[in-house]
């Protein structure tokens, strides 16, 4: 038998909350607790909602995650060993397991390889100091194939990495593939939904690959949960990508537009599903982001606690949505 997973949140779910009604990380975390999980996800180099690195804040932040029983994963970008130190250190004094980081683009995938491997060999040991583990992603910058490239080229158990159940995809990776290639080196994951908007349908030149709540995408969520679980991954970490959209990077893997996990969502769009242009669309309409991607986050809750249960994928701390309308 499997063991019950534990279920973080992101602090991507309250992108338009924080922006728009100034929530900050104490409301996040009292939101988390509220909502069942056991714990959060968040970003910590030069923080939108984190609040800053002196020793009162951070302790205050840590206190308040344990008096509501929550764990924390932090979460930066960049292979830059001083950063990487400097965050690996804010992470150990908030009591993380985890720092999350990805590569940042270059022009030159090799290179962009090469100079990861570089960076990370020499983090590596200040990651095993701290007692914290580095988690690479594959994020929208390389697939999971050149993910996995570079951590078995650092080759050090605090070098591992994190994945995402969608991310590859902008390099035409399907999702199976990805999580095949990287399963042995996963320690967590970001769990999410999409679906492709043709060009020209939303007044974008080029399809795009368009989060939506979960359930209503293309993605495998529960046949992916179950891999990373058959390859020892004990936490996943829910990030609602309503709104969000970008475009394909070119093709690295073998996956087709049209089809499979690429199927095309055609309009007409509800914008509780799919809002490509979410800035237009709530200047020309009058839209409320903060509020429904409330709404949208909540229905992914739901959908998570109804999927998990009938698949028989039990959590650690059972989850608590609202009712709709509530």
Known sequence: MTSPLQLYIHFFNFRFRHRDRG??????????????????????????????????????????????????????????PKELAAMLDVARRLGAEHLRTYTLRRPDAREQVESAVRDLKLAAPLAEKAGVTLLVENHEDLTATEVAEILERVDHPRVRALFDYGNSAVFMEEPAVSATVLGRYVRTAHLKDHVVIPAGVAGNDEPLWMGVPLGAGNLPIVETTRALQAAGVKRISFENCWAYSTSFR???????????????????????????????????????????????????????????????????????PPEPGK
Not at 62 to 77: F, K, P, S, V, W
Not at 271 to 297: F, Q, S
Request: net charge negative.
């Open 23 to 80: 929530m900050d990380v104490h409301g996040f975390i009292d939101a988390a607790a509220a909502l069942g999980f056991s714990g959060i996800n968040i970003w910590i180099k030069h923080p939108p909602l984190f609040g800053g690195y002196d020793a009162a804040y951070l302790d205050a932040v840590r206190h308040h995650l344990e008096a509501c029983g929550l764990g924390i994963d932090a979460e930066m970008n960049g292979t830059d």
């Open 250 to 320: 070119g093709r690295r893997g073998a996956g087709i537009l049209g089809k499979g996990v690429f199927a095309y969502h055609h309009p007409p769009y509800d914008p509780m599903i799919c809002l490509p242009d979410a800035e237009g669309a709530a200047a020309t309409r009058g839209l409320d982001l903060a509020e429904m991607e409330e709404i949208t986050m909540h229905a992914s809750v739901r959908w998570l606690e109804q999927t998990l249960a009938r698949e028989g994928i039990p959590l650690t701390r059972a989850l608590r």
